[in-house]
């Protein structure tokens, strides 16, 4: 599987932007996917994860209630809605899909959790 994340770019603090995830190869319907980000000089971060079967999210600390993953099947895509945005938001952002079998309700929140990455797309939140 193939990911491509894209929609990142330049916002102002307090604004929104909206990424995707979709697989240019392979399909990514039917596993869970994960954002994460990953600021300079700073170890991958877990920002959310999405079920595409059931729908059920998870979310990091710092993003909760700001962020929301969903999934879009006409289109075979994954989106992040993030709101409120802070200058601390500002990092490249990946998504990934989790290959192997997984628990109803887990928390899959490890950069080992997941078996296919994609590029990143930079979001930068001025503030």
């Known amino acids: 599987v193939q990911l491509q994340a894209s929609g990142g770019g330049l916002v102002q603090a307090g604004g929104s932007l909206s990424l995707s995830c979709a697989a240019s190869?392979?399909?990514?319907?039917?596993?869970?996917v994960g954002w994460f980000r990953q600021a300079p000089g700073q170890e991958r971060e877990f920002v959310a994860h999405i079920s595409w079967n059931t729908g059920s999210t998870g979310y990091g600390d710092s993003v909760k209630g700001r962020f929301t993953a969903s999934v879009d099947n006409a289109k075979n895509t994954v989106w992040l809605q993030m709101n409120s945005l802070k200058s601390e938001d500002t990092a490249v952002y990946y998504c990934?899909?989790?290959?192997?079998?997984?628990?109803?309700?887990?928390?899959?929140?490890?950069?080992?959790?997941?078996?296919?990455w994609g590029q990143g797309t930079k979001v930068t939140v001025s503030s």
């Open positions: 990934a899909a989790r290959g192997r079998a997984r628990s109803i309700g887990s928390y899959y929140f490890r950069t080992t959790d997941y078996d296919f």
């Open positions: 190869r392979g399909t990514i319907s039917n596993k869970l």
